[in-house]
Nanobody
Framework: QVQLVESGGGLVQPGGSLRLSCAAS????????MGWYRQAPGKQRELVAA???????NYADSVKGRFTISRDNAKNTVYLQMNSLKPEDTAVYYC?????????????WGQGTQVTVSS
């Protein structure tokens, strides 16, 4: 079992920056692939960025060059640095942890943190 707690959301002006954090507890953090997803009102949840247990990353095209995902296994935490924010980045951001064993898929979600980009 993994518990995920996001923090760092808030209101920011266009062009500004925020750093989201997701603290994990309850299991071996380092084996999980971690991801940040977001869901805007009236839209489906979408993948923003992901990082594997080995540190490989991938990003949605809409955030490439602006967002950076990273992880600190010693602190059981994954981060999302968001720069050059745009109004269309406004959404609830969710942290996800995933691990695939030969017999089972482990998939956990945080409660979400609101990011609002507005002047």
């Amino acid at each position: 079992q993994v518990q995920l707690v996001e923090s760092g959301g808030g209101l920011v002006q266009p062009g500004g920056s925020l750093r989201l954090s997701c603290a994990a507890s309850g299991s071996i953090f380092s084996i999980y692939a971690m991801g940040w997803y977001r869901q805007a009102p009236g839209k489906q949840r979408e993948l923003v960025a992901a990082i594997t247990s080995g540190g490989s990353t991938n990003y949605a095209d809409s955030v490439k060059g602006r967002f950076t995902i990273s992880r600190d296994n010693a602190k059981n935490t994954v981060y999302l640095q968001m720069n050059s924010l745009k109004p269309e980045d406004t959404a609830v951001y969710y942290c996800n942890a995933e691990y695939l064993s030969p017999t089972h898929e482990y998939d956990y979600w945080g409660q979400g943190t609101q990011v609002t980009v507005s002047s």
